[in-house]
C-alpha cells in the first residue's frame, strides 16, 4: 500500500510569490491535515479536511488556504509569501485521527528569498 | 490551549541502554496520544497510538505509557541500538478543536 505522497518535495520561491503543494493520502483516508515545521515554532497544525470539508483550522493568517478534493487529494496555497514562511510543510492522512493513527508523507521544504 | 512538553531536549545513551522519554500535556480531555520518530530532513514515521481509554501499548522494542490524571507520557525503548537515533515527537490529539498539538522532541543519539 503506497504511503503520503507529497509534491514537490523541494521549492525555493521569492517573497510576494504563491505556492501551491499537494498531497496525496493513503488510498481510503478520508482525513487530511497540514503541518508546518520550523526550527523556532516546531510543528504547528495548519488545517484538517475530511470528505472535501475543512473541519479545523489552526492559528495561521488568511495567506494559508488549502481545498480537498472527491479524491481524498488535497492542496495547501499559501499567497504573497514572506520569508517566514520557509519551513517543512508535512501532510499527514488517516481514516480519521480522533481514532486512527495519522501516517505523515515526506514534507514539501519550501524556501522563500 | 494544549500545551505539551518533551524534557529534555536532547539525550545521549550508549548503546544497550534503555531510552525513557518524557511527555507532558496540560488538558487531559484528548482522544489519543501518539509518538513520533523523525530522522533528520524526513517526515515524521508514526511509533505507537494510544487511545485515551488506554494505559499502555507495545510494539517490539517500544512501550508507551499514559497517564491522563496525570498529564503524562513515557515511551520506553529497550536495549537501545544506533539506528534508534533521532528525534522523537510526541503529540496530542486534543478534543476540543480535534488537532494533534506536539511536543518540542527529544534529540537522541546511541553511541555504538
Known amino acids: 500500500k503506497a504511503g503520503v505522497t507529497q509534491t514537490p518535495r523541494y521549492l525555493i520561491k521569492t517573497r510576494g510569490q504563491q505556492v501551491t503543494l499537494s498531497c496525496s493520502p493513503i488510498?481510503?483516508?478520508?482525513?487530511v491535515s497540514w503541518y508546518q515545521q520550523t526550527p523556532g515554532q516546531g510543528l504547528q497544525f495548519l488545517f484538517e479536511?475530511?470528505?472535501?470539508?475543512?473541519?479545523n483550522k489552526g492559528n495561521f493568517p488568511g495567506r494559508f488556504s488549502g481545498r480537498q478534493f472527491s479524491n481524498s487529494r488535497s492542496e495547501m496555497n499559501v499567497s504573497t509569501l514572506e520569508l517566514g514562511d520557509s519551513a517543512l510543510y508535512l501532510c499527514a492522512s488517516s481514516w480519521d485521527p480522533r481514532h486512527y493513527e495519522q501516517y505523515f508523507g515526506p514534507g514539501t521544504r519550501l524556501t522563500v528569498t | 490551549k494544549q500545551e505539551v512538553t518533551q524534557i529534555p531536549a536532547a539525550l545521549s545513551v550508549p548503546e544497550g541502554e534503555n531510552l525513557v522519554l518524557n511527555c507532558s500535556f496540560t488538558d487531559s480531555a484528548i482522544y489519543n496520544l501518539q509518538w513520533f520518530r523523525q530522522d533528520p530532513g524526513k517526515g515524521l514515521t508514526s511509533l505507537l497510538l494510544i487511545q485515551s481509554s488506554q494505559r499502555e501499548q507495545t510494539s517490539g522494542r517500544l512501550n508507551a505509557s499514559l497517564d491522563k490524571s496525570s498529564g503524562r507520557s513515557t515511551l520506553y525503548i529497550a536495549a537501545s541500538q544506533p539506528g534508534d537515533s533521532a528525534t522523537y515527537l510526541c503529540a496530542a490529539r486534543q478534543a476540543a478543536g480535534n488537532k494533534l498539538t506536539f511536543g518540542g522532541g527529544t534529540r537522541v543519539l546511541v553511541k555504538p
Open positions: 488510498s481510503g483516508h478520508r482525513s
Open positions: 479536511y475530511f470528505s472535501e470539508t475543512q473541519r
